[in-house]
């Protein structure tokens, strides 16, 4: 059982950055893979970025590649998104997702994480 939840959403104008986290709770943070998924209305829920439990994996859709930065701080329990070069259709409500998993993976599938956050909105002025 873990229990995630986000922030660091808001307004910002096209170009500009903002920094989410997502907030875990437990004792065994770096157990977990986690990922960054977003959704926009109208849209299906598409994957953003991953990373694995130690934090020496990273994975990134190809729409935030060079944009957007994955990280975790597995001794304050907090995953981070990094995001850099706004654009308006990056605008969504942003979810942290995590998985318990054993060993490194990446996980990209949302079907896959077993915990999920309530998200963050990010919304990108232009």
């Known amino acids: 059982q873990v229990q995630l939840v986000e922030s660091g959403g808001g307004l910002v104008q096209a170009g500009g950055s903002l920094r989410l986290s997502c907030a875990a709770s437990?004792?065994?943070?770096?157990?977990?893979?986690m990922g960054w998924f977003r959704q926009a209305p109208g849209k299906e829920r598409e994957f953003v970025a991953a990373i694995s439990g130690g934090g020496s994996k990273t994975a990134y859709a190809d729409s935030v590649k060079g944009r957007f930065t994955i990280s975790r701080d597995n001794a304050k329990n907090t995953m981070y998104l990094y995001l850099n070069s706004l654009k308006a259709e990056d605008t969504a409500v942003y979810y942290c997702?995590?998985?318990?998993?054993?060993?490194?993976?990446?996980?990209?599938?949302?079907?896959?994480?077993?915990?999920w956050g309530q998200g963050t909105q990010v919304t990108v002025s232009s």
């Open positions: 437990g004792r065994t943070f770096s157990s977990y893979s």
């Open positions: 997702a995590a998985k318990r998993v054993i060993g490194i993976q990446i996980i990209r599938n949302d079907r896959e994480y077993n915990y």
